[in-house]
């Protein structure tokens, strides 16, 4: 079994087909299962004791469906697989294993507590803009406020939606993003969730999880070692809160230093974004000693880097240092803008320095699996750090239970 299977399946032999097949289905039981325990979670988290042994009831079964169909699976092969997935909820965890998940938690706990700073400070600054210069900015009325009986809240949530519809098909264009109010739908929606998606995944690697499997040592310690960082299709700026916070939980900077000399933030529609990466950076970043400084700076990813337009970028990014910055973040745009980025990247990975790390995050892995097909094999070294990490049959298929994630180093 191998990355055969991402070949169409009219060209798989019948066995590689049923391989495909029972992959697929494994997947499927991992997200079911998946989607109960967060649903018992979050009714225990809620105390909502109904909702709670109605989930536990549901999760039983659905465990006690589980050990008949893994004696299925068994001619397959795929039992060392079930276990992989399980092992971190059915086995007890060594000490230092259960240590790592608590700081994870604590660095996931702190992001919520930065979003309220940051959130205020957004809502505060915007009001103020919108006073002083109603031209660029429609009103954007406290989250707390209502319109014809509809919470402002609700409001922004229904803008977000066509702009993440869009988003989400590959057919945004810039003109989405001057509604402010869908850009702040989207603060709220998606911010705390993808800088802890920074946080899960980069924690996987915390040598003191090794009992799951042997992981790649050089990664981490390059991690923690990050002193730059760009944003590649910032939007607000959540990546790289995730980022620093992490940094800030397991790099051993002193806690009077700076946590990161430098972070690049780059968007096609960074015009529209600034105002809502100023609070965090003026407001949370630099304040509170994660970042040193911070460039906002417009990049088209559908344009090869050394295209005119952007020439700014690659200036910031390459002419102070050679070889560019310690870390790349791209999180959710290659799937937005599907396979037209490959010159913007194949760019920026011939110019970074060796040991450079780039960070993908996107909602299934094609994508990812065609940037290591075009770029990877001999400038690259990766690590899939999600759902699939120590199941290499998995990372062959689009799907993962939750967002695909790839880190990788140049070789
Ligand atoms: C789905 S959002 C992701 C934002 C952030 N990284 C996150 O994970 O929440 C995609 C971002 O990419 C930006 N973007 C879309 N097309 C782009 C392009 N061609 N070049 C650079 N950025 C682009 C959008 O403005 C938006 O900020």
């Known amino acids: 079994m191998s990355s055969n299977i991402l070949?169409?399946?009219h060209e798989l032999t019948d066995r590689e087909l049923s391989e495909k097949r029972g992959l697929k289905r494994l997947l499927k039981r991992q997200m079911r299962r998946r989607k109960l325990e967060v649903r018992l979670n979050q009714a225990i988290m809620r105390k909502d004791a109904v909702t709670e042994?109605?989930?536990?009831?549901?999760?039983?079964?659905?465990?006690?469906?589980?050990?008949?169909?893994?004696?299925?699976?068994?001619?397959m092969n795929l039992v060392a697989l079930e276990n992989d997935y399980n092992t971190s909820s059915s086995t007890i965890l060594p000490k230092e294993h259960r240590e790592?998940?608590?700081?994870?938690?604590?660095?996931?706990?702190?992001?919520?507590e930065l979003y309220q700073t940051y959130y205020d400070l957004l809502e505060k600054q915007l009001e103020s803009k919108q006073n002083g210069n109603s031209e660029h900015y429609e009103k954007t009325p406290?989250?707390?406020?209502?319109?014809?009986?509809?919470?402002?809240?609700?409001?922004?949530?229904?803008?977000?939606?066509?702009?993440?519809?869009?988003m989400t098909k590959g057919t945004q264009t810039v003109?989405?993003?001057?509604?402010?109010?869908?850009?702040?739908?989207?603060?709220?929606?998606?911010?705390?969730?993808?800088?802890?998606?920074?946080?899960?995944?980069?924690?996987?690697?915390?040598?003191?999880r090794a009992d799951l499997g042997q992981q790649p040592p050089q990664f981490w310690n390059l991690l923690l070692a990050c002193r730059s960082i760009c944003s590649i299709g910032c939007g607000p700026g959540c990546d790289v809160l995730g980022l620093v916070k992490f940094l800030q939980c397991f790099a051993a900077t002193p806690?009077?230093?700076?946590?990161?000399?430098?972070?690049?933030?780059?968007?096609?529609?960074?015009?529209?974004?600034?105002?809502?990466?100023?609070?965090?950076?003026?407001?949370?970043?630099?304040?509170?000693?994660y970042v040193a400084s911070a460039d906002c700076v417009f990049g088209d990813v559908l344009r090869p880097l050394s295209e005119d337009c952007n020439?700014?970028?690659?200036?910031?990014?390459?002419?102070?240092?050679?070889?560019?910055?310690?870390?790349?973040?791209?999180s959710y745009l290659l799937t937005e803008t599907r396979g037209?980025?490959?010159?913007?990247y194949r760019d920026i990975i011939d110019m970074a320095k060796p040991g450079a790390l780039f960070l993908f995050a996107e909602p299934k892995a094609w994508q990812l699996h065609s940037l290591m097909e075009q770029h990877g094999s001999t400038k690259m070294e990766y690590v899939w750090l999600d759902s699939s990490m120590y199941s290499p049959m998995m990372q062959a298929l689009e799907g993962r239970v939750g967002p695909a994630v790839l880190l990788c180093r140049k070789l």
């Open 175 to 208: 003109d989405m993003f001057e509604n402010s109010t869908a850009l702040m739908g989207y603060v709220r929606q998606k911010f705390q969730e993808r800088a802890c998606l920074a946080i899960s995944s980069l924690c996987k690697l915390d040598p003191r």
């Open 7 to 9: 070949r169409p399946n």
């Open 340 to 344: 037209k980025w490959h010159d913007f």
């Open 100 to 112: 790592s998940e608590a700081e994870q938690a604590k660095a996931q706990y702190d992001i919520e």
């Open 255 to 289: 806690k009077d230093e700076t946590l990161v000399d430098r972070v690049i933030f780059l968007d096609w529609t960074m015009d529209k974004w600034e105002p809502f990466l100023r609070p965090l950076i003026d407001g949370v970043l630099i304040p509170q000693k």
């Open 142 to 166: 406290k989250a707390c406020d209502t319109t014809n009986g509809t919470l402002i809240k609700d409001h922004q949530k229904a803008e977000a939606r066509v702009l993440l519809i869009n």
């Open 311 to 330: 020439q700014t970028a690659k200036d910031l990014l390459f002419l102070q240092e050679e070889g560019g910055v310690d870390l790349y973040v791209t």
């Open 53 to 75: 042994q109605f989930s536990r009831v549901e999760l039983d079964q659905f465990l006690r469906e589980e050990e008949n169909e893994l004696f299925k699976t068994q001619s």
